[in-house]
């Protein structure tokens, strides 16, 4: 098994009017290549992360009349899901790729989380690549480099974290659709494993 690449069709699922014919596309061309890449990369993150990393797939179960904007596989460390965990993901909008770790609003932990991250600040800044992006919102595509984000402005990503209920914090990298290293394996697993490996203080303060 090898991991699988992404032409322009994949990013096209992510256009296709109505949920209906979306969720088909999606199941019939996005889906097998989130779980193969999710099967491919769970021993490689059990081994660096040490301790066993399981893959999730998104379902979009609860969807009745929104088709979905993205797509995506997570790891975490438990087998039952990822929503309430620190996590690393990859998955698809129509513009863009991302590979990222992910605390979302249902963490139990995230409190702990953007304390210990604002006690490092300097070092945090130093360890994660300013080709990286911050956000706070998994529902939303945007996100802002990390070279454009100040001290002030990711402090404040992390106090929101730490106070609102509804907060979330992801890190990441984002390959634009076209990219090259979407269309080779060798280049799209190294490009992945080497985000995860340099997102992986992230997580174990997230730990």
Aim: proline share 7%; aromatic share 10%; net charge neutral.
């Amino acid at each position: 098994m090898a991991v699988p690449t992404f032409t322009a069709k994949d990013f096209k699922v992510f256009t296709v009017p109505g949920l209906e014919p979306r969720m088909t596309a999606l199941i019939e061309q996005v889906r097998p290549k989130l779980h193969r890449l999710g099967d491919e990369l769970a021993p490689w993150l059990t081994t660096i992360c040490g301790e066993p990393m399981y893959p999730h797939v998104a379902r979009h179960a609860r969807r009745t009349i929104n088709p979905p904007d993205d797509s995506w596989v997570a790891w975490s460390s438990s087998k039952k899901g990822y929503k309430a965990l620190p996590h690393f993901q990859v998955g698809l909008w129509s513009t863009h790729l991302f590979i990222q770790f992910a605390i979302i609003y249902e963490c139990e932990n995230k409190t702990v989380f953007a304390e210990r991250v604002l006690e490092r600040l300097p070092e945090v800044r130093r360890l994660v690549p300013d080709t990286f992006f911050w956000s706070g919102d998994h529902m939303d595509p945007a996100n802002t480099p990390d070279r454009e984000l100040s001290d002030e402005q990711l402090a404040g990503l992390l106090e929101r974290l730490r106070s609102v209920k509804q907060a979330e914090l992801l890190c990441g990298l984002e390959l634009k659709r076209g990219d090259a290293r979407l269309s080779s394996a060798r280049a799209l697993s190294g490009t992945i494993e080497s985000t995860f490996e340099a997102l992986l203080p992230l997580y174990r303060l997230a730990k």
